[in-house]
């Protein structure tokens, strides 16, 4: 984790209870981004970072903030030819894997 997203969660102690740290764990092909990218995700759909774009960003933060509200962590997978990626707004195809941590503040 960069030490940007550090500060940014350290900053966010006032204002929020908890928020997401979405990070590839695995990638396949040719992925988005690298493993190890992460983002951050306020309960309120705010982020800080990017871990690909497009619409599976905009399933990731969707599920981060079921997540949070429940007050759990968990995954999110992604497999893409290059042909289906294109329809969702990906560059490239591949398999990525996505772990969401639910950071309590």
């Not at 949070?68 to 329809?87: D, H, N, P, V, Y």
Request: proline share 2%; with cysteine; hydrophobic share 35%.
């Amino acid at each position: 984790m960069n030490k940007r997203l550090i500060e940014k969660i350290v900053d966010s102690k006032d204002s929020y209870d908890s928020l997401a740290l979405a990070t590839i764990v695995d990638a396949k092909s040719s992925a988005p981004r690298d493993v190890g990218t992460s983002m951050l995700i306020y309960p309120d759909g705010e982020t800080h970072g990017t871990i690909g774009g497009g619409n599976q960003e905009k399933e990731i933060i969707n599920k981060a903030k079921e997540l949070l509200a429940e007050g759990k962590s968990g995954r999110i997978c992604f497999s893409l030819t290059r042909k289906e990626a294109a329809k969702i707004g990906w560059v490239c195809g591949g398999d990525i894997e996505i772990y969401i941590e639910n950071i309590e503040l």
